[in-house]
Nanobody, 115 residues
């Protein structure tokens, strides 16, 4: 079955960086993969997505120029490099696969940006 396991979250000061990883298994890793986040009291929102073969990327306006999504198809892993982090980036970050109209989610990894 589909499994998505996120890692790499933690506590970081404003202006700092983190790299999130999502290890995928249970399916052929040839789909668009996405990162979402859900901040305290907020709805879950799309952060970034990346296609499989040509690696076309899309970003939320709030993270453009600071976050970079990438993937290693040989390792079935998608990454989110987060630089210049701000307190408003504090959220649980989720890896997402959308396949045949179904959404699959990992358990999430907490990112807290605070001094």
């Amino acid at each position: 079955q589909v499994q998505l396991v996120e890692s790499g979250g933690g506590l970081v000061q404003p202006g700092g960086s983190l790299r999130l990883s999502c290890a995928a298994s249970g399916f052929t890793f040839l789909y668009v993969m996405s990162w979402y986040r859900q901040g305290p009291g907020k709805e879950r929102e799309l952060v970034a997505r990346i296609t499989s073969t040509d690696r076309t990327t899309n970003y939320a306006d709030s993270v453009k120029g600071r976050f970079t999504i990438s993937r290693d198809n040989a390792k079935n892993t998608v990454y989110l490099q987060m630089n210049s982090l701000k307190p408003e980036d504090t959220a649980v970050y989720y890896c997402n696969l959308r396949r045949a109209g179904n959404d699959y989610w990992g358990q999430g990894t907490q990112v807290t940006v605070s001094s």
